[in-house]
């Protein structure tokens, strides 16, 4: 950079700073900049996480993709028995990218319990069952080990137990019907071995997580025989192609669904935040570009005469352009670094404070959740100062309709 160039951006800088008109519109732009980057970025770390973490409860609590019989797909109870001697089980091989499988089995019943009842699901599940996603659902309790002998402790919801007005380690009974109606149904007397709190009403206002042995007794079925199979993908972004893929490996007698077909109303809402983050980011932008327009056009009728005597000295057209659009990027730079500053912090302090929280019966979540993908907020950054450089090269065109000679004259 030469001295031209060093001593406009100085001498427009400068005066920028004194100038009564300038001044204010200078503080607006950047401001605008600031505003719009705070906006951006909490829009996209929040509708991100939002849909993570939706995306996490849902497979936690159902797997990736669901293998049943046909005549289980329009309901949660295990119908009839799928034996556990299949060719992807323990080991789902003949797929990539499948990390986990596991047996369950679910059966309808009823709680009763001296003051009140409730219609639940009993989903039974073995020791393959993969805890480590619903541990930080547990408000309170512990998850019951099912790797011995038969065990009566299940985990309940925090919903059913307010219902119930139960606790750890209370006991309750709970009846389930058999096929034929005029039998007296099964009872099973349960232990309350840890309260969960999933945030998804759905599942929380309808099962208790328990021993599959006890579905297997029931139904009397074998040892071997299970209700569904909830298969674990490792790239959720693959699950339809790993899904297909499944269907493909298993069973004429079996379907297999993905969480996504049988969530789809869950999945549709939440495919919704990519538009409207894509309308946040599209509105910050163009305001935050006025805004600079602005500001580049009160900087270029107040440097007139400067602009003049540039220009008379030899400067060209593209150099004196070059000048304000350094001092345009300069100020878009400064708007940046609020902008990502402000941004952050609060993202920092709803991340580790959870202060926004949000009803749980709407969005599935009891706070704001947060994810921070760098990559995102580095094209974010380099998206608003390209746009906004490609926008002022318009306004920057007056420059060369300026003449040397009635500049100089300029009052």
């Given at each position: 950079?030469?001295?031209?160039?060093?001593?406009?951006?100085?001498?427009?800088a400068?005066?920028?700073?004194?100038?009564?008109?300038?001044?204010?519109?200078?503080?607006?732009?950047?401001?605008?900049?600031?505003?719009?980057?705070?906006?951006?970025?909490?829009?996209?770390?929040?509708?991100?996480?939002?849909?993570?973490?939706?995306?996490?409860?849902?497979?936690?609590?159902?797997?990736?993709?669901?293998?049943?019989?046909?005549?289980?797909?329009q309901?949660?109870?295990?119908?009839?028995?799928?034996?556990?001697?299949?060719?992807?089980?323990?080991?789902?091989?003949?797929?990539?990218?499948?990390?986990?499988?596991?047996?369950?089995?679910?059966?309808?019943?009823?709680?009763?319990?001296?003051?009140?009842?409730?219609?639940?699901i009993?989903?039974?599940?073995?020791?393959?069952?993969?805890?480590?996603?619903?541990?930080?659902?547990?408000?309170?309790?512990?998850?019951?080990?099912?790797?011995?002998?038969?065990?009566?402790?299940?985990?309940?919801?925090?919903?059913?137990?307010?219902?119930?007005?139960?606790?750890v380690?209370?006991?309750?009974n709970?009846?389930?019907?058999?096929e034929?109606?005029?039998?007296?149904?099964?009872?099973?007397?349960?232990?309350?071995?840890?309260?969960?709190?999933?945030?998804?009403?759905?599942?929380?206002?309808?099962?208790?997580?328990?021993?599959?042995?006890?579905?297997?007794?029931?139904?009397k079925?074998?040892?071997?025989?299970?209700?569904?199979?909830?298969?674990?993908?490792?790239?959720f972004?693959?699950?339809?192609?790993?899904?297909?893929?499944?269907?493909?490996?298993?069973?004429?007698?079996?379907?297999s669904q993905?969480?996504?077909?049988?969530?789809?109303?869950?999945?549709?809402?939440?495919?919704?935040?990519?538009?409207?983050?894509?309308?946040?980011?599209?509105?910050?932008?163009?305001?935050?570009?006025?805004?600079?327009v602005?500001?580049?056009l009160v900087?270029?009728l107040?440097?007139?005469?400067?602009?003049?005597?540039?220009?008379?000295?030899?400067?060209?057209?593209?150099?004196?352009?070059?000048?304000?659009?350094?001092?345009?990027?300069?100020?878009?730079?400064?708007?940046?670094?609020?902008?990502?500053?402000?941004?952050i912090?609060?993202?920092?302090?709803?991340?580790?404070?959870?202060?926004?929280?949000?009803?749980?019966?709407?969005?599935?979540?009891?706070?704001?959740?947060?994810?921070?993908?760098?990559?995102?907020?580095?094209?974010?950054?380099?998206?608003?100062?390209?746009?906004?450089?490609?926008?002022?090269?318009?306004?920057s065109?007056?420059?060369?309709?300026?003449?040397?000679v009635?500049?100089?004259?300029?009052?």
């Amino acid at each position: 950079m030469n001295l031209e160039y060093f001593i406009a951006k100085r001498l427009i800088a400068s005066k920028s700073r004194k100038s009564s008109i300038s001044a204010p519109i200078i503080k607006i732009a950047v401001s605008a900049i600031a505003i719009g980057m705070i906006m951006m970025i909490i829009s996209v770390a929040t509708g991100l996480g939002l849909q993570q973490k939706i995306r996490q409860k849902v497979s936690a609590f159902n797997g990736h993709i669901i293998i049943s019989n046909f005549d289980d797909n329009q309901s949660d109870v295990s119908l009839e028995p799928i034996s556990l001697r299949q060719d992807f089980y323990p080991k789902f091989t003949s797929v990539e990218g499948i990390s986990h499988i596991q047996a369950v089995a679910a059966k309808a019943g009823i709680i009763r319990t001296a003051e009140t009842f409730e219609g639940i699901i009993f989903k039974g599940v073995g020791k393959d069952y993969q805890w480590d996603d619903i541990k930080e659902y547990v408000k309170a309790g512990k998850i019951p080990d099912f790797n011995g002998n038969l065990n009566a402790q299940v985990l309940i919801s925090e919903y059913l137990a307010n219902r119930l007005h139960l606790k750890v380690g209370d006991k309750f009974n709970t009846y389930f019907m058999k096929e034929d109606t005029n039998q007296m149904p099964n009872l099973r007397v349960f232990e309350v071995s840890g309260i969960f709190n999933s945030g998804l009403q759905e599942f929380d206002s309808t099962y208790i997580i328990g021993d599959i042995r006890h579905v297997q007794r029931i139904n009397k079925w074998n040892a071997d025989q299970v209700g569904a199979f909830e298969v674990f993908v490792s790239d959720f972004n693959q699950i339809q192609a790993k899904g297909n893929e499944v269907y493909a490996q298993t069973s004429s007698t079996l379907n297999s669904q993905t969480i996504v077909e049988k969530f789809a109303y869950i999945f549709e809402w939440i495919k919704l935040f990519d538009f409207n983050i894509l309308v946040i980011i599209t509105i910050m932008i163009v305001v935050a570009t006025i805004n600079m327009v602005v500001a580049l056009l009160v900087l270029i009728l107040e440097r007139t005469q400067m602009i003049g005597v540039l220009k008379s000295m030899g400067a060209g057209n593209w150099m004196v352009r070059k000048i304000f659009l350094y001092n345009a990027f300069y100020l878009i730079i400064r708007g940046l670094f609020w902008g990502n500053s402000i941004a952050i912090g609060l993202l920092l302090l709803q991340k580790y404070f959870g202060i926004i929280k949000l009803p749980p019966e709407n969005y599935y979540v009891n706070e704001a959740p947060v994810y921070f993908d760098w990559l995102y907020i580095i094209l974010l950054n380099i998206g608003t100062v390209a746009i906004c450089l490609l926008v002022l090269l318009i306004p920057s065109y007056i420059i060369t309709k300026i003449s040397p000679v009635k500049a100089i004259r300029f009052d």
